[in-house]
C-alpha cells in the first residue's frame, strides 16, 4: 500500500513560479513509475508530466519547455517545479504512482492504482 501526500500550489499572477510535492509512504519497489496530472473546471483530467525509478521523465507538449519533473530518492518524495505560469495552467494537480511500472505506464492514468489528495493551482492574469 503507498500514500501520496501533497503539498505546494496555491494562488500566483501569470509569468510566476510553483513547486509541487508528492512525498510517497509505504512500501514502494525499486522499480515503480509516477506522475503529475491536472484538471481543470469542466474538462477532464490530463497527464502532465511522468518519471520513473531510473529517472526517465515523460512530458505533455503543452507543458514542455515551463515545467519540471523531478524526484528525490532519499526523501520518497517527487516534485514538479511549474515557470512561467498561464491562467490555462489553472487547476486541481495530482500526483500518482504505480509501483512496478515504468514511465510509460504512467501515461495512461486508469492504470494508476495510487493518487494524492490534490491540491488547487490558480493563476491570475
Known amino acids: 500500500q503507498v500514500t501520496l501526500a501533497q503539498s505546494g500550489g496555491g494562488s500566483v499572477q501569470a509569468g510566476g513560479s510553483l513547486r509541487l510535492s508528492c512525498a510517497a509512504s509505504?512500501?514502494?519497489?525499486?522499480?515503480?513509475?509516477m506522475g503529475w496530472f491536472r484538471q481543470a473546471v469542466g474538462k477532464e483530467r490530463e497527464g502532465v508530466a511522468t518519471?520513473?525509478?531510473?529517472?526517465?521523465?515523460r512530458y505533455a507538449d503543452s507543458v514542455k519547455g515551463r515545467f519540471t519533473i523531478s524526484q528525490d530518492k532519499a526523501k520518497s518524495t517527487m516534485y514538479l517545479e511549474i515557470k512561467s505560469l498561464e491562467p490555462e495552467d489553472t487547476g486541481v494537480y495530482y500526483c500518482?504512482?504505480?509501483?512496478?511500472?515504468?514511465?510509460?505506464?504512467?501515461?495512461?492514468?486508469?492504470?494508476?492504482?495510487?493518487w494524492g489528495q490534490g491540491t488547487q493551482v490558480t493563476v491570475s492574469s
Open positions: 518519471i520513473d525509478s531510473d529517472g526517465r521523465t
Open positions: 500518482a504512482a504505480e509501483p512496478w511500472a515504468l514511465t510509460e505506464y504512467c501515461l495512461n492514468e486508469s492504470k494508476l492504482d495510487y
Open positions: 509505504g512500501y514502494m519497489p525499486n522499480t515503480y513509475c
